[in-house]
């Protein structure tokens, strides 16, 4: 099989970037930096201003203030302004916008027109043996399934060899069977290419497993930026902890650095004594036992959810009930009383937003 040879390798600077429409702000002082060969996941909900951000990185917008730079070369700054053609970024979009009047040849060779063509053609050959879509080339895009229509777009993109890639919810289109194989697959690719990649999902489990580096925006501001670790285990606020994990949201009232709740006390470091807080217990940070330790509860309910169980316990002075997760499934039936330890390294305590 012929290997394409490695892009160059650039490292992406993402510089107090701000911008909106009208008086609406929707990216507020946004910095980041991308290892050369690395990869980045924003994620963040809806509306938080992802794809606006990686329109100004691909050069479709202009941000407002802000620098986007490349090795050291600015894309978008002041007085300084890249086309989109010119910096050799390429994209990977939800609906891959393949031309279906083109063959699968001939929408990879449309992103090597710059090319002599001879060169091209082998360029586009080259790169649908990578991908493993040799026996697809003179096929029409409505002749391809969601998965295969990926692959090509993937060629489209990658065919011109862009020292940084964009990706945006690239995968969101596939069913989940087949969304795990061709994210890692992609990915697999992009590193041997030593290719810089932006990718944006607003799905957590993506964000974790894929991006190096995660970043999480909410509001068009950075809410915080680390290793996927990082993120999951240390998260900054309410909002970070609970983007990656909905947890059980238990309140009470500081005292002596310590949350006293009816499901135990647990450190609240930086809280005044008296003000009002949350503890964030994610599901699976609860164990259950039959006796022994811990405060006591009843089931009152199971859900299978795949891999994991899902208990619900009553807990006298706790509404709702608490959800516990597990991925060994339980001996204990709906009614029967249970005593709950948390890992309290694992409890998250906020101040209560919604008290203020
Ligand atoms: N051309 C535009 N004119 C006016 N407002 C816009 C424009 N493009 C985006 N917005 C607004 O900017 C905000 C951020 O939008 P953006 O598409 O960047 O968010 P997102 O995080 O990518 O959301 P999603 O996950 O739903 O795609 C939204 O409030 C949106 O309505």
Redesign the pocket.
């Known amino acids: 099989m012929n290997h394409p040879a490695p892009s160059t390798r650039l490292p992406l600077d993402v510089l107090g970037v701000t911008h909106g429409?009208g008086r609406?702000p929707?990216l507020v002082d946004v910095s980041f930096r991308v290892r050369a060969g690395g990869v980045a996941a924003l994620v963040?909900h809806?509306?938080?201003?992802?794809?606006?951000l990686l329109r100004i990185l691909a050069g479709i917008e202009r941000p407002v203030s802000g620098r986007v730079e490349a090795g050291g070369r600015i894309l978008s700054g002041p007085g300084a302004f890249v086309e989109p053609e010119d910096r050799g970024i390429g994209f990977l979009f939800q609906d891959y916008a393949l031309f279906p009047h083109l063959s699968v040849t001939d929408n990879v060779l449309f992103g090597l027109r710059r090319q002599e063509q001879a060169a091209a053609r082998r360029r586009a050959g080259d790169m649908l043996a990578r991908l493993r879509i040799e026996h697809l080339a003179e096929r029409f895009p409505h002749m391809l399934s969601g998965g295969e229509q990926q692959r090509v777009a993937l060629a489209r993109a990658l065919a011109p060899r862009p020292g940084i890639m964009l990706l945006d919810e690239p995968f969101s289109n596939l069913d989940r069977a087949l969304r795990d194989g061709v994210r890692s697959e992609t990915l697999a690719l992009l590193r041997e290419l030593g290719t810089t990649v932006v990718m944006?999902t607003?799905d957590p489990e993506e964000a974790l497993s894929a991006g190096e580096h995660v970043v999480l925006l909410r509001a068009g501001r950075v809410v915080q930026a680390g290793t996927p670790t990082e993120l999951f285990e240390q998260p900054v606020d309410a909002h970070a902890a609970e983007f990656f994990a909905s947890s059980n949201r238990i309140r009470g009232i500081s005292r002596d650095g310590r949350l006293a709740t009816p499901l135990g006390t647990f450190p609240a470091p930086g809280l005044a004594d008296g003000v009002q807080a949350v503890a964030h217990v994610r599901p699976h940070v609860l164990r259950l036992s039959a006796s022994g330790e811990g405060v006591e509860g009843r089931v009152t309910g199971r859900r299978l959810l795949g891999e994991v169980e899902e208990l619900s316990v009553a807990v006298p002075g706790l509404a709702p009930d608490l959800r516990v997760r597990s991925t060994e499934r339980s001996r204990l039936t709906v009614d029967s009383t249970v005593k709950i330890t948390a890992c309290v390294e694992q409890v998250f305590v906020f101040a209560d937003d919604s008290a203020s």
């Not at 809806?46 to 606006?52: L, N, P, Q, V």
């Open positions: 429409f609406t929707v963040g809806s509306g938080s201003g992802k794809t606006t944006v607003h």
